[in-house]
């Protein structure tokens, strides 16, 4: 089978395209390289021992989306492309919803032209909003705090809609927690640019010397130590899950929704905690306001996808540590 991987370039696609790549797909990857470069992907050949069909381009090109479909017999899709920066979008929200919304419907009218109708979509736990209860079910009420969030919650309703139009699709809505770790190669990893969004990279640049501290935002929450809770994931669990919902939507499943988190929450003091106890590097950290859209907890109740996928998170808080600190380590400036 052949895989068309949107945003494969990316820190989640291309730990994907390599699980891809060592179960046998064939892998064709399209990124705009915004946020990510061409080194993961020479980086996943050199794991796997197999190449990548690799375009630059943008999904919100439909002649070159065209092009590719018919060059390739695709039979999947995994769309991870997508700007995805949660304070970010609160500023820019305008361009969240050109990229995130638009490359969508873009990229799906050029899958039903050539007829292509399996997609597995990087949802995201926001589309949950501020959520009454933890942990987290699939059939938990949808909202948003962050046009981010929104984006990916109006990506699930537009998804919804074709499928309800034409019931040949085959759709899976992966909502992710949060995913943290890197390959246990240590080659490719977490490698945002500027300051990091996520809590992970921002942790490991301080301890590797690249940032001066670690900000903390907001202490006031309602948890047990103030500081936001979240359910880590690691970033190969996260990708194996995807494998096992291309495999789902050869079943004919029509439309499906699955969380993909371990069922247990980390506060971000403990997250610190944690990694300085597995690098031996102390991590300075300051406490600083809240950033809009966060909320005070959020974890999965991640039973429905052992269930129908036969999955669940193997990696630990350890692991997950371990390796996030031997990429950084390996690669102190990243890419």
């Keep these: 089978m052949k895989i068309l991987v949107t945003g494969g370039a990316g820190y989640i696609g291309s730990h994907t395209v390599v699980e891809l790549l060592e179960t046998d797909y064939e892998v064709v990857v399209i990124d705009n390289l915004s946020n990510s470069s061409e080194e993961p992907l020479r980086r996943v050949e050199q794991i796997t021992g197999k190449s990548v069909d690799f375009i630059q381009g943008n999904i919100l090109d439909g002649e070159l989306l ?3 479909f018919s060059q390739d ?19 820019i929200p305008l361009k969240y919803y050109e990229n995130n919304i638009s490359g969508t419907v ?17 949802s995201s736990a926001t589309v949950y909003g501020d959520p009454h209860a933890v942990p987290i079910t699939e059939n938990f009420p949808t909202s948003a705090t962050n046009p981010y969030g929104r984006s990916k919650l109006f990506i699930e309703e537009i998804l919804r809609d074709i499928y309800v139009s034409d019931n040949d699709w085959n759709i899976a809505l992966l909502r992710y927690f949060n995913p943290v770790g890197a390959h246990k190669s240590g080659r490719i990893g977490e490698d945002p640019n500027g300051i990091p969004n996520n809590l992970m990279p921002f942790i490991s640049q301080v301890a590797v010397g690249k940032l001066p501290l670690l900000s903390v935002f907001g202490d006031d929450y309602d948890t047990h130590d103030g500081t936001g809770v979240r359910d880590y994931i690691h970033v190969v669990d996260l990708s194996q899950g995807h494998l096992k919902a291309v495999e789902r939507l050869q079943d004919n499943p029509g439309i499906v929704t699955y969380n993909l988190g371990t069922g247990k929450g980390y506060s971000v003091l403990e997250m610190v905690e944690a990694f300085k106890n597995i ?22 109740d991640p039973s429905y996808a052992a269930k129908e996928l036969g999955w669940k998170a193997e990696r630990g808080i350890d692991e997950m540590m371990e390796d996030a600190w031997r990429w950084q380590s390996q690669n102190p400036q990243g890419y």
């Design 106 to 122: 873009v990229l799906c009218e050029a899958m039903a032209r050539n007829g292509v109708k399996n997609i597995v979509f990087s």
């Design 73 to 91: 017999k695709i039979d999947s899709v995994i769309h991870f492309a997508g700007l995805k920066a949660v304070g970010e979008s609160v500023q």
């Design 279 to 300: 690098s031996g590097k102390d991590v300075p950290y300051k406490i600083v306001e809240r950033r809009p859209g966060d909320i005070a907890s959020c974890y999965a």
């Design 66 to 68: 065209d092009q590719i």
